[in-house]
């Protein structure tokens, strides 16, 4: 696995690529801050598997640098792990927002840190890093994208706030550790999602999927929120706002419905082109047990899901 690191303390460096090298890992680059760092990525033959980016840099910060990378074409889904002594919810918002895979904070558990790396080493065996080609409308030939399944998770891209799941996760994990509080998990689901999938042009489905998700990203009630697609025609995500009440909640859902209701879907497929969405009441997250947490956020799906056949709140 070929990795920069890239942070502005000798010390850190060193130590990094010591350990790196501890596990296995020696084709290993540094760098001493965002600016070395940006020439020694546009040189690079062959790319960078893995980037391992401090925050707190002079002149140019770590989550402006991942930001400039994931705009790169063959970077976009490369794994970028945040290592860095701020630990507060700003700053690992700022990370994630920018891009980020996951967040370590120093001083760095060099148990956990080999573990993290292994698991993205794990990963990148298996393709999970490689951007889905359906995420391209039409190849070069102008033929119809590969078909993504129905129920896999995808980076959608171009929705305000939006990561991808796995990202989402360990968001979700990192400030589970923390013990940061006042966080709620909501689910929207398309109605009749796998009918869509099934009958539509791959370009298609994937349109009613950016434009739904924008739509909700536009609506929510949710503050400091990040949104994902979790496959299956379900949108779940994280916000700040932990009171959200039942009736502004449903509130946000029919202004969602009514967005949705005016836009036109162009369909070649013959299906009607009206899209719904519903959700479930958001749940509020323990800031204490990621594991629990992450179980909260995937029954918010659950909810939405059961929403789309029962569309009373009175029921929920």
């Known amino acids: 696995m070929k990795i920069l690191v890239v942070d502005d303390d000798p010390m850190v460096l060193e130590v990094l690529k010591h350990s790196l090298g501890i596990s296995g890992y020696n084709d290993v680059t540094v760098a001493h801050g965002a600016a070395e760092a940006s020439q020694i990525i546009?040189?690079?033959?062959?790319?960078?598997?893995?980037?391992?980016?401090?925050?707190?840099?002079?002149?140019?910060?770590?989550?402006?640098?991942?930001?400039?990378?994931?705009?790169?074409?063959?970077?976009?889904?490369?794994?970028?792990?945040?290592?860095?002594?701020?630990?507060?919810?700003?700053?690992?918002?700022?990370?994630?927002?920018?891009?980020?895979?996951?967040?370590?904070?120093?001083?760095?558990?060099?148990?956990?840190?080999?573990?993290?790396?292994?698991?993205?080493?794990?990963?990148?065996?298996?393709?999970?890093?490689?951007?889905?080609?359906?995420?391209?409308?039409l190849d070069k030939q102008n033929q119809e994208p590969d078909r993504i399944e129905f129920s896999k998770a995808v980076h959608l891209g171009g929705i305000t706030g939006e990561v991808d799941l796995a990202s989402l996760e360990n968001y979700l994990f990192q400030l589970s550790r923390k013990g940061i509080e006042g966080l709620s998990a909501f689910a929207f689901t398309i109605v009749d999602a796998a009918k869509f999938h099934f009958v539509c042009p791959t370009e298609e489905y994937l349109g009613i999927l950016k434009s739904t998700g924008q739509i909700i990203s536009d609506h929510l009630a949710a503050s400091g929120f990040f949104l994902s697609y979790a496959g299956g025609g379900s949108f779940v995500g994280v916000g700040q706002n932990s009171n959200i009440r039942h009736d502004e909640w449903e509130n946000t859902e029919q202004c969602v419905l009514d967005a949705l209701a005016k836009v036109s879907f162009p369909s070649r497929?013959?299906?009607?082109?009206?899209?719904?969405?519903?959700?479930?009441?958001?749940?509020?997250?323990?800031?204490?047990?990621?594991?629990?947490?992450?179980?909260?956020?995937?029954?918010?799906?659950?909810?939405?899901?059961?929403?789309?056949?029962?569309?009373?709140?009175?029921?929920?």
């Open 42 to 137: 546009a040189k690079a033959n062959p790319a960078f598997e893995c980037f391992l980016l401090d925050m707190s840099m002079p002149e140019i910060e770590g989550d402006d640098l991942c930001y400039w990378v994931r705009q790169l074409p063959q970077y976009a889904s490369t794994p970028i792990l945040m290592v860095t002594a701020l630990a507060n919810k700003r700053d690992i918002d700022r990370a994630f927002a920018a891009g980020a895979s996951d967040y370590i904070t120093k001083p760095i558990d060099m148990s956990d840190f080999g573990m993290r790396i292994q698991q993205i080493d794990r990963k990148i065996s298996q393709n999970a890093f490689k951007a889905p080609s359906s995420i391209s409308l």
């Open 269 to 316: 497929s013959g299906l009607p082109s009206k899209i719904q969405a519903y959700s479930g009441v958001p749940l509020r997250l323990n800031g204490k047990y990621g594991e629990k947490s992450l179980d909260i956020l995937f029954r918010t799906i659950v909810e939405a899901e059961e929403r789309c056949g029962t569309t009373s709140w009175a029921q929920v």
